[in-house]
């Protein structure tokens, strides 16, 4: 019978890549919540409605990169391709919005987009999403820009850039689209790719961003929307930015960073390894405004980002985990029952170490026991046994000394060895 394989663009996770991701959790964990973070867990399978009305119907996530299917009662159910959408409509259903003014959350989890799998791309990857719901402050977007910093630097990440960008609100974006509007009237449009000719009547903005040379080529001159803000927005952006250059953060100003999701307005940013090859971006986000009350909630304010995993992992050196301190060999199928009960009592002194399952040779215990590459090795034979000791092989010097069973927690606890 054929062996059956997981599905394409799909990986399973052990090892040094398991290790890095539970790694990327526990650092995110203890970084976000020192900022007053709180976890959230959220649902992997919303109704489609959900995402085709936050992300927008004319991004290519919604238009071809969901997976949607119907349920036993005909019902359009997705997976999500991101946690923002979900975590608004979590937000808005428990109406957490009336016990505070401000929230500030973050989850983590596998996403699900159908798109060419590729290095750095996946089809179910993982996110650290993190959100904070409740503020127009431009303080609340460096603080986030910032800690994100901190965490991907905490990682040990290096030749990351930040990008930064404003979009506007919907009353500068008004005028800008007329402007860009004109402007693409005004070229050879006939040579823009299908999507962007489709794009310039639908959702101008992503035309600006489209990575396709001939589309780059006649866009170069194309109006800026950093030139057209409203004085608020202008306003808003200048402060982001003093806070970032007050703080020592550099960036690049990339007026082309419109980014994939429709939901965006203000501060958008994007942080970028030249090491990943095309799938550039590890991180990227930005504030939407006026997303939850589009989602029926009230007009509250927001800013968010979310982290690839697979493309952290990519780029982090690997996790280095502490060696076990003991392994337990026994010797003689008399000592299993004992072992075992050695191995309870030196776990409940906070140790950590395997006890072998069956009696062996000495030779095949310490073949085994320099596997686990823990720092003793514990010899229990009959003899002993009968003595009520154990031998204690110190694997780093290769020392050797008897001790009494009840002398052996102290005795492995000498992290000097
Ligand atoms: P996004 O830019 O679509 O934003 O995704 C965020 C990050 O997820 C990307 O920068 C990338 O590292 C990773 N990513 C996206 N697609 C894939 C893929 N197919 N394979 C591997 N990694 C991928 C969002 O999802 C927004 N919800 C972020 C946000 C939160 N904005 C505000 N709040």
Redesign the pocket.
Known sequence: MATLQKIK?FADLFGAECTKFTHLETLAREIFSRYGFEEVRLPLLEKTELFARS?GTETD?VQK?MYTFADRKDRSLTLR?????G?LRSYIENKLYAAATLHKFFTFGP?F?Y?R?QK????Q???L???ILGTHAPEADAELILMLNNFLTALGLKSITLELNSLGCKKCRTVFHEKLHAFLDSTEKEKLCPDCIRRSTTNPLRVLDCKQVQCKELLTDAPRISGNLCPECEEHFAKVRAILDEASLPYTLNHLLV???D??QRTTF??VSGEIGS?S????????DGLIQNLGGPDIA???????????ALLMPEVETPPPDFYLAILDEKGLKKGLQIGEQLRQNGLCGEVSFEAKSLKSQMRQANKTNARFTVLLGEDELQKGIVLVKNMADGSQQQAKIEELPKLLQNKSA
């Open positions: 663009g992300i996530v990169e391709p991101e946690a923002t959408a975590m996403m987009r798109e799998p750095g791309r996946m089809r990857f993982h996110q999403d993190v959100e980014r994939g999701l939901y965006y994007e942080f799938q971006a590890v991180a990227g986000g930005g504030r939407y927001a800013i968010g980002f979310a982290c690839g995993m697979e493309r952290l």
